[in-house]
């Protein structure tokens, strides 16, 4: 039985260990070993596409995990106090963002743009005033991929903080009113500490989501890049030791991103089953 | 407080819903474009895609049970034969290659079905020209190798809320191990069972990128022929009949399944995080 465990735990990180191995290639041919090599690391920073869709993909990630922790967060509190029908739509909602396939978000999401802005962008041209300059032209980019994967970690941000919430002291709310502490001091001092940890795992989680993500981003990201989506490109042209290297430091920087959401939401147990007792 | 979320379900979610299920029943333009109108036409000629479909809907129920079958012994061990302070360690080493990145994963794969990867080593005991990369047999063990973490840990969940003082009454009426296994603990697991199995297999209706690596163009699914419809023949109008069926598929799949299931057990939720 233990055997077997530990066969399951080689077969998870066996190909994990192959990729970190052979980034450490002196030799030009992927899977051929040739000595060791730091030579692959440095190279990376002196490709510019590369270093652009690293940039993109920080942006887009940081940017979709702030909002997503945000509104996430206060979804999770209204729908907290809602009930009845409205409540099961927004639920249904949540649930089927988090349940349909990327692929299908992805592609949806982008004939909706494109189609949005093929009816926005000549309305924009007519109402621009023309002291501001040229009209802005509405294209795929940025603003789809923070759109696109905002819907669905702001929905998981809603799972994650609606979980805390459920667990959370509700006499400390009810201490704090009964001492006239305002709503806006009660929400202040008591609950948005006690969801801290919360949001901030909703937050790690939804940079690692979309800092990972490639399908969605493969049909939104217009003319952007993202780094998923140049590492998909650059596989289908070929296995190359650079390749196995980008992948080394993502898998590096998601594990510790990981690290740091498993720690916090340790923290949240802890400090729940504290406020149970 | 739900304004934000609202607007973004609106213009993100629901919007684009819409818009693909209306492009469905609109016409293809000679240069790639949409012409609305409200015709079935994209619907009647779903049968030219029928491979990418029998694909999906065989190889997604194979693949999830094969998951299951490997990761259920693992939920099982870590619950009743490890000790309580390794318990969470082990359990993050299963979450861990759930979040970082499918894409790399995959191409782990490549490297090691490849011809230079296992094949290679097979040629010294004298098995030659094995080919694995590209087959079914490929995508299987990418499919394995990337859901197992989402099929343990709803059975681990399951497994843990069992009442251990079930087993010891039983075997203390005398029922072997085997037997308890059957009658106790099986029948309790059965929801954290449905929960993985949907969630794999939910996911697995979706796939693109384990066939574009590992099935090499022979095995292909329903994503990879939306890939091919949105990026390369740039034919929306189908693309988008062959997405909501691949929705609706899904949808009948998953609420027969559940309707299977909620006869017979209480539903639960379970934290995939």
């Known amino acids: ?277 | 407080m739900l304004f934000p979320a609202s607007f973004w379900f609106g213009v993100m979610l629901i919007l684009p819903l819409i818009v693909i299920t209306i492009f469905s029943f609109g016409e293809r333009a000679p240069n790639g474009g949409y012409i609305p109108s409200f015709t079935f036409d994209q619907y009647l000629n779903l049968p030219a895609r029928f491979v990418a479909f029998k694909n999906t809907l065989t190889l997604a129920p194979i693949g999830t049970i094969i998951a299951l079958i490997i990761g259920y012994p693992l939920a099982y061990y870590l619950v009743f034969k490890v000790a309580d302070n390794k318990k969470n360690l082990l359990l993050i080493l299963i979450i861990i290659p759930f979040w970082t990145s499918i894409l790399i994963r995959t191409y782990a794969w490549i490297f090691i079905l490849g011809s230079k990867g296992i094949p290679n080593l097979l040629e010294y005991v004298g098995i030659e020209n094995l080919r694995l990369i590209n087959t079914s047999f490929a995508v299987l063990v990418g499919i394995v190798y990337s859901y197992l973490p989402l099929m343990v840990l709803p059975i681990y969940v399951s497994l843990e809320k069992l009442d251990k003082r079930l087993l010891e009454a039983s075997s203390d009426l005398g029922a072997s191990n085997f037997k308890n296994f059957i009658n106790i603990i099986i029948p309790l697991s059965i929801p954290g069972i449905a929960t993985g199995c949907m969630l794999v297999f939910i996911l697995l209706m979706g796939e693109f990128l384990i066939p574009a690596f590992l099935g090499g163009g022979k095995v292909f699914f329903v994503g990879n022929a939306l890939v091919d419809l949105f990026l390369q023949s740039r034919n929306w109008p189908y693309g988008s009949a062959v997405a909501c069926s691949l929705v609706i598929i899904m949808l009948i799949i998953v609420s027969i399944y559940m309707k299977f299931i909620n006869s017979k057990n209480n539903r639960e939720e379970v934290s995939i995080i």
Do not use: C
Not at chain 1, 55 to 74: D, E, H, P
Not at chain 1, 127 to 154: C, D, E, Q, R
């Open chain 1, 1 to 277: 039985m233990r055997l077997y465990a530990y066969l399951i735990y080689f077969f998870l990180y066996f190909p994990i260990a192959i990729i970190v191995f052979f980034s450490f290639n002196s030799g030009k041919h992927a899977s051929d070993f040739q000595g060791f090599s730091l030579k692959w690391y440095p190279k990376l920073f002196d490709n510019p596409f590369l270093i652009d869709a690293f940039n993109t993909s920080l942006m887009v990630a940081l940017i979709s995990a702030i909002l997503a922790s945000t509104f996430g967060t206060m979804a999770a509190i209204g729908l907290n106090n809602l009930k009845g029908k409205l409540r099961v739509f927004y639920d249904s909602l949540v649930y089927i963002s988090v349940m349909i396939p990327g692929i299908v978000i992805g592609i949806a999401t982008l004939i909706a743009l494109v189609t949005l802005f093929k009816f926005l962008n000549p309305l924009l041209a007519n109402i621009w005033p023309t002291s501001f300059g040229k009209p802005p032209l509405l294209n795929l980019g940025y603003v789809s991929l923070i759109g696109a994967h905002t819907l669905f970690t702001m929905s998981l941000s809603i799972l994650i903080v609606r979980s805390r919430l459920n667990g959370m002291d509700r006499n400390l709310i009810e201490a704090s009113n009964d001492l006239y502490g305002t709503p806006v001091k009660t929400f202040l001092k008591i609950t948005l500490p006690q969801l801290f940890p919360a949001i901030l795992s909703a937050f790690l989680l939804s940079f690692t989501f979309s800092f990972d993500d490639f399908i969605i981003a493969f049909f939104v990201a217009g003319s952007e890049t993202t780094l998923p989506v140049y590492v998909f490109s650059s596989i289908r042209r070929g296995v190359t030791p650079e390749i196995n290297a980008i992948a080394t430091l993502i898998l590096t920087f998601t594990i510790l991103l990981l690290l740091a959401s498993h720690l916090l939401m340790k923290y949240k147990n802890y400090s729940n089953k504290g406020s149970k007792k």
